[in-house]
């Protein structure tokens, strides 16, 4: 009775699965390993638990550097599934490139933060278009979204636009310059040993 369960249970999830597909969307973690990502600096901050990223540790960062789109792109839309837990903070780099060490260089952050002291919210543009409200709470899944399409950017959670923001041309950021509109791979980001961020669920769709 047992093994007829579990068959039932992997054929009721095969829709879900060829659906996900049919729409677009692809998977860039397959919720067993970080194949497909490569962490700087500390990569021992992250680790893959119970279907989850589990990123808790040192600085670091952990960028996609996969198959799918070769890791390079630039119209998309990104989601995934957040936990954080109290007074963590974390971040999803887009248009980023791998770096052995320090804050991606390149590319946009978008904040991961609900209760961290730093006042910059989950889903805010960091350093760009903040958000200063939290969108969700602690110890909750949420879906965060990304999407990108040309100089627009748009950032939502559980469905509820946060940022809304178009970058001008030939934008010009004196202390991060290479925060612009480019195109790139993701990284997520651990921030500290104090906090603990889990992600699964994650998924791209490639936009023309």
Known sequence: MKCVSLFLAAAL??????????????????????????ANEKPETFSVNDGEIVVKGDRSHLFYVGSVNNHDFKNFEFKADIMTKPSANSGVYFHTEFQPSGWPAKGYEVQV????????????????????????????????????????????????????????????????????????????????????????????????
């Open 13 to 38: 999830s095969l829709p879900l699965i060829a659906a996900e597909s049919k729409d677009g969307w692809i998977s860039l973690f397959d919720g067993k390993s970080l194949e497909g990502w490569k």
């Open 113 to 208: 933060n609900n209760t961290h002291a730093d006042p910059k919210k989950t889903a805010g543009l960091y350093a760009v278009k903040d958000n200063l409200v939290a969108p969700a709470k602690d110890n909750e899944w949420f879906t965060m979204e990304i999407k990108v399409e040309g100089k627009h950017v748009v950032t939502k959670v559980n469905g509820k636009v946060i940022s809304d923001y178009t970058e001008e041309e030939n934008v010009k950021r004196k202390d991060m310059p290479g925060r612009v509109i480019d195109h790139g791979t993701f990284a997520l980001q651990g921030h500290d040993p104090g906090s603990e961020i889990h992600y699964k669920n994650i998924f791209v769709k490639p936009l023309p």
